[in-house]
């Protein structure tokens, strides 16, 4: 397949097949390291396993601790035409039970397969997190 221009100019037509090869791909930004490295102080400050995430096909359901009393629950979906997470829906709550039970509710519409498979690991996590918080 080629684009040119009807007009006739005197440039050759592009092939397009090459044109994706030319875009680059998508990497680490150059500073991912030392924001990857400040990620790494903020969660030892704030304490391990704050973050809950699960993911069942496209769908990727992700709950994280903001603060001392914020919980976001984010919903993402991915595109893999572009390689890349879409986000679909984000929520805060006050309240990690709240969250956590939307969290379930959003996974009850991937069936009950998934759905048990979600409870399960937000089951485990929890212990492990609000055990640990002290």
Do not use: K
Not at 56 to 78: A, K, M, R, T
């Amino acid at each position: 397949m080629s684009a040119f221009s009807p007009g006739g100019n005197a440039a050759p037509p592009v092939d397009l097949r090459h044109v994706a090869s030319a875009i680059p791909p998508i990497g680490l930004a150059p500073d991912a390291i030392a924001r990857a490295e400040s990620r790494a102080d903020a969660g030892l400050r704030r304490g391990l396993g704050r973050v809950w995430a699960w993911q069942h096909g496209n769908v990727l359901i992700v709950l994280d601790q903001q603060g001392s009393s914020s919980w976001q629950l984010s919903e993402l979906f991915f595109d893999e035409i572009y390689g890349y997470y879409l986000e679909q829906r984000r929520i805060a709550y006050r309240c990690p039970r709240e969250a956590a039970g939307v969290a379930l509710a959003w996974s009850l519409r991937l069936g009950s397969g998934p759905s048990l498979a979600a409870a399960a690991a937000l089951d485990a996590w929890s212990c492990l997190t609000f055990t640990d918080a002290g």
